[in-house]
Structures are given as structure tokens and as C-alpha cells.
């Protein structure tokens, strides 16, 4: 797996910089599926979190673990994270040259291989570093939700896997459909055992953000639980 580091790390901070994972739909999304995750981490014990960013979803992450490492290609982020996290270890390192000293029980991967330059080359790279039991919590966009479809009717994008103006800016490389999201796990050698989604999203986050309330986020992120082909978001949960 070629990469160039320099070159990476800059793009990373450079989406650092101008970070929108804060906003309200942006830690709704975050918080819901992190909780959707944590319905399989009973009885385990040891978490990498791969891409925390702020550490929107590691507020909830660390609630279960109290051994937490948190790996992060952005030293703007990995700043923020030793302040707020000071219990867990951080690792300023790419996913592609980290290589850690042992192996994890749960490895969280929120809203992170849309923006790796090879997926699969990563989820191979990571299944190394599960125990014989553990598992991987994945979520990423989806090329089918609700408001894809609307913008292409529209006209605001030629096809649903367009990358939006808000997918450029937070540095997204492509948009997965439910297919193509469990192809990358199977053919990195991984077992899926469970497919999902969540947030039933018809319009824009700026819409939305300009009228709904908390309580009407979360009704749609229960609802696209319901029907995860078409949600804003998908999961899977992934074993050796």
C-alpha cells in the first residue's frame, strides 16, 4: 500500500481546519450510530477508535472502555483528543503506517473508509489487529438516502454517488451504496455479521439544521433502522 505521508497528513489537517462534524445534525449522526455500535460491546474490553476527529463519538466510546486507543492522521485533532481524552492513548500516525503492539477486542471505524484511499487495503491491515473474537463497527454514508435521490431528480447532482459540496469539504473520496460497503469487508477477508442503517434523511443538513428539533433527529435516526436500504447512513459489524 503506497501512500505519501507528507502529502496525507496535510490534506488531513487541511479538513481539520475547517471541520463541520460539530453541528447539530453532524453529532446526532455521530452519537446515534455510536450507540447502535455499542449494543455489541458488552463483555469486551480493549477499543482502537480509528478516526475520531473531535472525539464527537469517543465521549460515548469511553463510557464502555477504559482501555481506549485513539488513532488519528491529524495532529489538529490528535491536540484535541489528549485534552478531552487524557485517559486514552493517542497515536498521531495514517491508518496505513500504524502497526500496533497488540490486538483490539472492538475497532470502531465511524464514518472513515469514505475517505481512505484504499479501503480494502485498510480493513485488511485492521483484521490483523483483531483478537480471534473481536469485531469492527463500520458506519459511512449512503449513496441511496433519501436526500441523494431527491438532489439528482432536482438536479443538484448527476448521479446519487456524486461527491456533494459538503462530501469534498469534509474530504470524502467516494460514496458507498449497501453493496459496495459489504463488497470492501468481504473482500478483505472479513465476515459480516450485521448490516444496517439509520437516520431516514429527506433533505440537507442545513435544512434540516434551520427547523427540526433534537427530539424530530432522533425520531428519523430510529426510522431508518427500519428501512436501511434507503437511509442516510449504514453499518456493519464485521468479524475474522
Same mark, same amino acid.
Given at each position: 500500500? !503506497?501512500?505519501?505521508?507528507?502529502? /496525507?497528513? @496535510?490534506?488531513?489537517?487541511? &479538513?481539520?481546519?475547517?471541520?463541520l462534524?460539530?453541528?447539530?445534525?453532524?453529532? *446526532?449522526?455521530? +452519537?446515534?450510530?455510536?450507540?447502535?455500535?455499542?449494543?455489541?460491546?458488552?463483555?469486551? /474490553?480493549?477499543?482502537?477508535?480509528?478516526?475520531?476527529a /473531535?472525539?464527537?463519538?469517543?465521549? #460515548? #466510546?469511553?463510557?464502555?472502555? !477504559?482501555?481506549?486507543?485513539?488513532?488519528?492522521?491529524?495532529?489538529?485533532?490528535?491536540?484535541?483528543?489528549?485534552?478531552?481524552? $487524557?485517559?486514552?492513548?493517542?497515536?498521531? =500516525?495514517?491508518?496505513?503506517?500504524?502497526?500496533?503492539?497488540?490486538?483490539?477486542?472492538?475497532?470502531?471505524?465511524?464514518?472513515v473508509?469514505e475517505?481512505?484511499? =484504499? $479501503?480494502?487495503?485498510?480493513?485488511?491491515?485492521?483484521?490483523?489487529?483483531?483478537?480471534?473474537?473481536?469485531i469492527?463497527?463500520? *458506519?459511512?454514508? @449512503?449513496?441511496r438516502?433519501?436526500h441523494?435521490?431527491?438532489?439528482?431528480?432536482?438536479?443538484?447532482?448527476k =448521479?446519487?454517488?456524486?461527491?456533494? *459540496?459538503?462530501? %469534498?469539504?469534509?474530504?470524502?473520496?467516494? &460514496?458507498? @451504496? $449497501?453493496?459496495?460497503?459489504?463488497?470492501?469487508?468481504?473482500? +478483505?477477508? %472479513?465476515?459480516?455479521?450485521?448490516?444496517?442503517?439509520?437516520?431516514?434523511?429527506?433533505?440537507? @443538513?442545513?435544512?434540516?439544521e434551520?427547523?427540526?428539533? $433534537? +427530539?424530530?433527529?432522533d425520531?428519523?435516526?430510529?426510522?431508518?433502522?427500519?428501512?436501511?436500504? #434507503?437511509?442516510?447512513? #449504514?453499518?456493519?459489524?464485521?468479524?475474522?
Amino acid at each position: 500500500m !503506497s501512500i505519501d505521508q507528507a502529502e /496525507e497528513i @496535510n490534506r488531513l489537517d487541511g &479538513v481539520a481546519s475547517g471541520s463541520l462534524y460539530q453541528t447539530p445534525a453532524g453529532v *446526532a449522526t455521530i +452519537a446515534y450510530s455510536t450507540r447502535i455500535f455499542g449494543r455489541y460491546w458488552h463483555g469486551r /474490553e480493549r477499543c482502537l477508535e480509528m478516526g475520531p476527529a /473531535e472525539g464527537v463519538g469517543t465521549e #460515548i #466510546i469511553a463510557s464502555f472502555f !477504559s482501555d481506549l486507543t485513539l488513532l488519528e492522521g491529524s495532529e489538529t485533532f490528535c491536540q484535541t483528543l489528549r485534552r478531552k481524552f $487524557p485517559a486514552a492513548s493517542v497515536v498521531h =500516525s495514517l491508518f496505513e503506517h500504524y502497526r500496533p503492539d497488540r490486538k483490539f477486542d472492538v475497532i470502531v471505524l465511524g464514518h472513515v473508509l469514505e475517505h481512505v484511499e =484504499s $479501503p480494502t487495503d485498510v480493513l485488511r491491515l485492521v483484521r490483523q489487529w483483531l483478537t480471534p473474537t473481536g469485531i469492527i463497527c463500520s *458506519a459511512v454514508p @449512503n449513496a441511496r438516502s433519501l436526500h441523494r435521490q431527491a438532489a439528482v431528480i432536482m438536479g443538484l447532482l448527476k =448521479s446519487e454517488y456524486d461527491l456533494s *459540496a459538503l462530501d %469534498l469539504h469534509h474530504g470524502h473520496r467516494r &460514496v458507498y @451504496n $449497501p453493496e459496495s460497503f459489504r463488497r470492501d469487508f468481504i473482500e +478483505a477477508g %472479513l465476515k459480516i455479521d450485521v448490516f444496517g442503517g439509520y437516520w431516514l434523511k429527506p433533505v440537507s @443538513n442545513a435544512q434540516l439544521e434551520s427547523t427540526w428539533t $433534537p +427530539a424530530m433527529l432522533d425520531a428519523f435516526m430510529q426510522l431508518g433502522e427500519r428501512y436501511p436500504d #434507503i437511509a442516510g447512513e #449504514i453499518y456493519v459489524i464485521a468479524s475474522r
